[in-house]
């Protein structure tokens, strides 16, 4: 055939099978598809806060949300030195200060840093190996507990700047617990400029850190625009933590709640 082309009959059968497409023979069932994007589903990032600041000693806690992970893995790296923390469950870093915290519920992988120090401070990168890689960096500052000692474990005066700052305590004035619970205060300040350096927690006159008597307190700062959250938690509460609290943000207004705890004991009223 002139030009060197397939035969007419060749070039038939040739069209006759695309023409019939894959699935032509009798009983094939079509291929099975991953769903209704194309390919492999691809990991995204949750928003979630992104800058924290707790006092060295704390824990701080920074979150990682990531939805259709599928059989990737989550790797928690220090910006700094782009040291390998954590892979998966899997803690890859001497430093056993540093935890990745996850159950198979939940999408996420919370890097934990406990009894932090002032040089923990920086960025750490939650890092996806997908195709292509998908990293999230969350910022920490430790502030040196050695330089609130004796100059900021006081009651600061009020802020006479109306509108600049404000603070409450989410959830109303009083708290009634049975012992043996959990004490959960969560105080909010918002400002139009600067966040207060550090917020303080006292029970009484007495300041709540994490080396006091009592034991058994978590705190946690988190910063964001406007608004700086304060975190108190106090496991097992007696009688004897009943009282004020007062939650007091440096050089801002303090905002209070009384706290009733019950020790189960019937009471009869005649």
């Not at 991953?34 to 995204?44: A, C, V």
């Not at 200060?97 to 990168?125: A, C, I, M, N």
């Not at 998908?134 to 040196?144: A, E, G, K, Q, S």
């Given at each position: 055939?002139?030009?060197?082309?397939?035969?007419?009959?060749?070039?038939?059968?040739?069209?006759?099978?695309?023409?019939?497409?894959?699935?032509?023979v009798a009983g094939?069932?079509?291929?099975?598809?991953?769903?209704?994007?194309?390919?492999?589903?691809?990991?995204?990032?949750?928003?979630?806060?992104?800058?924290?600041?707790?006092?060295?000693?704390?824990?701080?806690?920074?979150?990682?949300?990531?939805h259709m992970l599928?059989?990737?893995?989550?790797?928690?790296?220090?910006?700094?030195?782009?040291?390998?923390?954590?892979?998966?469950?899997?803690?890859?870093?001497?430093?056993?200060?540093?935890?990745?915290?996850?159950?198979?519920?939940?999408?996420?992988?919370?890097?934990?840093?406990?009894?932090?120090?002032?040089?923990?401070?920086?960025?750490?990168?939650?890092?996806?190996?997908?195709?292509?890689?998908?990293?999230?960096?969350?910022?920490?500052?430790?502030?040196?507990?050695?330089?609130?000692?004796?100059?900021?474990?006081?009651?600061?005066?009020?802020?006479?700047?109306?509108?600049?700052?404000?603070?409450?305590?989410?959830?109303?004035?009083?708290?009634?617990?049975?012992?043996?619970?959990?004490l959960s205060l969560?105080?909010?300040?918002?400002?139009?400029?600067?966040?207060?350096?550090?917020?303080?927690?006292?029970?009484?006159?007495?300041?709540?850190?994490?080396?006091?008597?009592?034991?058994?307190?978590?705190?946690?700062?988190?910063?964001?625009?406007?608004?700086?959250?304060?975190?108190?938690?106090?496991?097992?509460?007696?009688?004897?933590?009943?009282?004020?609290?007062?939650?007091?943000?440096?050089?801002?207004?303090?905002?209070?709640?009384?706290?009733?705890?019950?020790?189960?004991?019937?009471?009869?009223?005649?």
């Open positions: 055939m002139a030009g060197g082309g397939l035969p007419a009959q060749l070039a038939l059968l040739l069209l006759l099978a695309l023409a019939e497409g894959p699935h032509s094939a069932e079509p291929e099975p598809t991953e769903g209704w994007w194309l390919g492999r589903p691809h990991p995204y990032f949750a928003d979630s806060p992104t800058n924290f600041t707790v006092i060295s000693g704390q824990t701080a806690y920074l979150p990682c949300r990531v599928g059989d990737r893995s989550v790797t928690w790296m220090r910006g700094r030195d782009l040291h390998i923390l954590t892979v998966g469950l899997v803690t890859y870093s001497a430093d056993e200060r540093f935890q990745v915290l996850h159950t198979q519920e939940t999408d996420d992988w919370t890097l934990q840093v406990q009894y932090s120090q002032p040089r923990d401070s920086g960025t750490y990168k939650c890092q996806v190996n997908s195709d292509p890689k998908i990293v999230r960096n969350v910022f920490l500052t430790v502030t040196d507990k050695r330089y609130l000692d004796g100059q900021l474990y006081r009651m600061p005066a009020t802020s006479n700047k109306e509108g600049e700052y404000g603070t409450h305590i989410v959830g109303g004035g009083a708290r009634f617990l049975q012992a043996g619970s959990s969560e105080c909010i300040v918002t400002h139009t400029r600067a966040p207060p350096t550090a917020v303080l927690w006292y029970h009484g006159n007495r300041v709540l850190d994490y080396d006091s008597p009592r034991g058994g307190i978590s705190l946690q700062v988190e910063k964001s625009g406007e608004q700086t959250t304060s975190r108190l938690l106090l496991s097992s509460v007696k009688e004897s933590d009943s009282g004020n609290y007062t939650c007091v943000p440096v050089n801002a207004p303090t905002a209070s709640v009384s706290v009733h705890v019950n020790n189960g004991k019937a009471v009869v009223c005649v």
